[in-house]
């Protein structure tokens, strides 16, 4: 079975960063893309970033193009979210999820657990 598991979220102030990670089990990295996903209170949930495990492609949301930076190590089958310059506007609880086409634009079947980012003015 595919599992994923998002950590690294917490409480943080306007302006600083936060990494988080996704760690994975039970499928082949390079045949999957993963995608971070965010959802804040009252809202839809929004596909803030994607990255393509097999060449390594990333995908951004214009609201946070600069900011976030996707990144993955295949030796540790982990996926990371570098946060920077974070704003008020990025709290949310934070979702990893997983492609088995191996694309960022198609639906993603398998989710992991959320982790809240807070970010304070």
């Known amino acids: 079975d595919v599992q994923l598991q998002a950590s690294g979220g917490g409480p943080v102030q306007a302006g600083g960063s936060l990494r988080l990670s996704c760690a994975a089990s039970?499928?082949?990295?390079?045949?999957?893309?993963i995608g971070w996903f965010r959802q804040a209170p009252g809202k839809e949930r929004e596909k803030v970033s994607c990255?393509?495990?097999?060449?390594?492609?990333?995908y951004y949301a214009d609201s946070v193009k600069g900011r976030l930076t996707v990144s993955s190590d295949k030796a540790k089958k982990t996926w990371y979210l570098q946060m920077n310059n974070l704003i008020p506007e990025d709290t949310a609880v934070y979702y990893c999820?997983?492609?088995?086409?191996?694309?960022?634009?198609?639906?993603?079947?398998?989710w992991g657990q959320g982790t809240l980012v807070t970010v304070s003015s």
């Open positions: 999820a997983a492609n088995s086409q191996g694309l960022c634009l198609a639906a993603f079947g398998s």
């Open positions: 990255i393509y495990s097999s060449d390594g492609r990333t």
């Open positions: 039970g499928f082949t990295f390079d045949d999957y893309a």
